[in-house]
């Protein structure tokens, strides 16, 4: 059973299109999160939910949403595709909020933007 | 604020040999855990080993443990018994007793096993 998952594994789309990108986690955690990975590998954090309430916003452009309709599910839409937004971006969920629990990833979802 | 610097970006070991991966962390949080993740070519992010700012004795995960020297504010990785199937990027992060658990992450640095 896979315990973070994310629908699509691979998105391509022109610049201007709106997506979405879907998570899903089966452990029963608390906690998710939005990660970026950028063509350098760089990992930065974009949001986190906890009890599907907004914890962590990160300096992000507002065409992206998150949006967590249960404590299982953590969406991220973006509006208005730029070419800057291709990346690798992972979804990730711990048991709690803080420095204690680690994170457990989902296989990511490479967005590319042409 | 959290910072995480890995210096090596790449790093060559013989097969059965153990390597050293090394990490230095930088934070106001009296409180912190530190975190090491695998990143093989397949692309997904395994977590391999955590470290509590307060543990006493270093964390061990069958091939892997963390030389947590608090003092110098280092958290470097080691795996012994090196496998094949470790050459994979390998990411240190950090997350501050007061950040909701967010991950800082390093720079990464690209382990490659050889037979």
């Known amino acids: 059973d896979t315990a973070v998952s994310q629908t699509p594994k691979y998105l391509v789309t022109q610049m201007g299109n709106d997506k979405s990108i879907k998570c899903e986690q089966n452990?029963?955690?608390?906690?998710m999160y939005w990660y970026k990975q950028d063509s350098k590998k760089f990992l930065k954090i974009m949001f986190s939910?906890?009890?599907?309430?907004?914890?962590i916003n990160e300096t992000v452009p507002n065409r992206f949403s998150p949006k967590s309709p249960d404590k299982a599910h953590l969406n991220l839409h973006i509006n208005s595709l730029e070419l800057g937004d291709s990346a690798v971006y992972f979804c990730?969920?711990?048991?709690?909020?803080?420095?204690?629990?680690?994170?457990?990833f989902g296989p990511g979802t490479r967005l590319t933007v042409t | 604020a959290q910072k995480i610097t890995q210096t090596q970006p790449g790093m060559f070991v013989q097969e059965k040999e153990a390597v050293t991966l090394d990490c230095t962390y930088d934070t106001s949080d009296q409180s912190y855990g530190l975190f090491w993740y695998k990143q093989p070519s397949s692309g997904e992010m395994i977590f391999l080993i955590y470290q509590g700012s307060y543990d006493e004795q270093n964390a061990t995960e069958g091939r892997y443990s963390l030389n947590f020297q608090k003092a110098r504010k280092s958290a470097n990785l080691v795996i012994s018994a090196s496998q094949l199937g470790d050459s994979a990027m390998y990411f240190c992060a950090n997350a501050g007793g007061t950040s909701y658990g967010k991950l800082t992450f390093g720079q990464g640095t690209i382990l490659t096993v050889h037979p």
């Open positions: 452990l029963g955690h608390d906690t």
């Open positions: 990730a969920s711990s048991p709690g909020v803080g420095a204690v629990y680690e994170q457990y």
């Open positions: 939910y906890n009890n599907k309430e907004l914890i």
